[in-house]
């Protein structure tokens, strides 16, 4: 079953509500944790615990477990392992995107079964052009995984790049065409996606109809609301895959106010996409 087809059917269980298991220093400490390998381990699991039953997706971001060096990436490891056995699917949010050849160690790294890091999904950025990215799509394709990536971010900053004109087309446009391709024909949604914030003004213009899921992040901590998804994305929400981090494991440790969270917000978002 491809990735796309595993999230459609996830997102009608569960609803479209990703948590983002992301163990900020100030969290472990307000979790009542030392910011050690022991605490990130204990908070990383504890929440995953709590959250990965009640929601479609959860979103670890490596550079949380990376800071603690290999231990720190074998609690992303059992992070990986306990979503997944929950009957979450896990979309690793890493970023990364390289020469060609370079990609393909990443992408063996996160998408091949056999690897200890793989998972159902990873962010990718499309900055060394999107051709760079083939390895990833190749490898996506070949085990059934999903991508996503970056196209209109949810930090200030992003339009620099983003909104810059190529072949009278914005860097953001020329990402969705791209994907629109790669979803040409699938059924029922393709396995490419896009990130595009929750935080934007407006839809800059998008054009979303690219047949691919759209990883909504800055829902809840940065600003962005229900309300914002459905200015944003109009017809385009009943593919938004909105997350939030922050805004959730703030209501630790307590799995009951966890789980709570993600059951209001999957509740909440339900409603919006009718
Ligand atoms: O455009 C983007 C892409 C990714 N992110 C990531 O999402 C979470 C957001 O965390 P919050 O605590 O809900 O703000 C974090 O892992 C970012 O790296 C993003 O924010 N914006």
Known sequence: MTFGARLVAAVADRGPFCVG??????????WGYDDDVAGLERFALGAVEAVAPHCSVIKPQSAFYERFGSRGVAVLERVIEAGRAAGALVLLDIKRGDIGSTSQAYADAYLDPASPLACDA??????????????????????DAGLFVLAATSNKEGPEVQEAVTGG?????????????????????????????ATLEDDRGLDLAFNGPILAPGYGEQGGTTADLRRIFGAGVRNVLATSSRGVLRLGPDPAALAGAVRRSNDELRELLG
Not at 21 to 30: M, R, T, Y
């Open 21 to 30: 298991i992301d163990p900020h220093a100030s969290l472990l400490h307000a």
């Open 122 to 143: 990873v962010t990718v950025s499309p900055y060394l052009g999107f051709g760079s990215l083939q390895p990833f799509v190749d490898t996506a394709e070949k085990f």
């Open 169 to 197: 087309r914005t860097v953001s446009a020329t990402v969705l065409d791209h994907l629109r391709r790669l979803n040409a024909d699938a059924v029922p949604l393709g396995s490419f996606g896009a990130v595009v914030g």
